[in-house]
């Protein structure tokens, strides 16, 4: 199979269930920027980080995939049976106790943290002002989305920034307040 088709090379593309749609259509918009979300954490993953952290980042990309695979399916034609093009509540569930987890290694906050740092800190930085672009785009698609996918977006969101953090102290490097 190659990898050009020449089907987008009029500005369109295919959802899942077959219609063509512009590749500025909003839909198309908010998977890219999952698309865009799951590159940036593989970029954190390239700047040399935990194998611990380095497995939770593989499981979050392969989350995004899913996300961006239900996006990509307006009319819900994905088969039950391909359970990992799906996010659900367990998945929001293991992001909220990892959340928990990782938490308990970093000091409270006391102020609002620059983004910076170790470069896989800082990465992941990005990474999570990408999510919550994201997460802006998906909220704004008509009709609305699965609410589990925003409150997946959501929590993510919340993660990375915790990770950038265990990140930096793991590291040793020292957060900069504002």
Request: charged share 30%.
């Amino acid at each position: 199979m190659k990898i050009y088709t020449r089907t987008g090379d009029a500005g369109e593309t295919s959802l899942f269930d077959g219609t063509r749609v512009m590749k500025h259509d909003a839909r198309v918009d908010a998977y890219g920027e999952v698309d865009e979300l799951n590159a940036t954490l593989g970029l954190a993953r390239a700047a040399t980080i935990d194998a611990d952290l380095d497995a939770e980042l593989d499981r979050l990309q392969r989350d995004l995939f899913a996300l961006g695979a239900q996006l990509a399916d307006p009319s819900d034609r994905l088969a039950a049976r391909v359970t990992k093009a799906v996010v659900a509540d367990a998945d929001v569930a293991r992001l909220e106790a990892l959340i928990d987890r990782l938490e308990a290694e970093v000091p409270p906050l006391r102020r609002f943290i620059l983004a910076g740092g170790h470069p896989a800190a800082a990465t992941l930085h990005v990474a999570r002002a990408v999510c919550r672009r994201a997460e802006r785009r998906i909220v704004s698609l008509a009709p609305p989305v699965d609410p589990i996918l925003l409150r997946y977006v959501n929590r993510l969101s919340d993660l990375l920034f915790v990770l950038a953090r265990v990140v930096n102290h793991r590291t040793g490097t020292p957060e900069r307040e504002w």
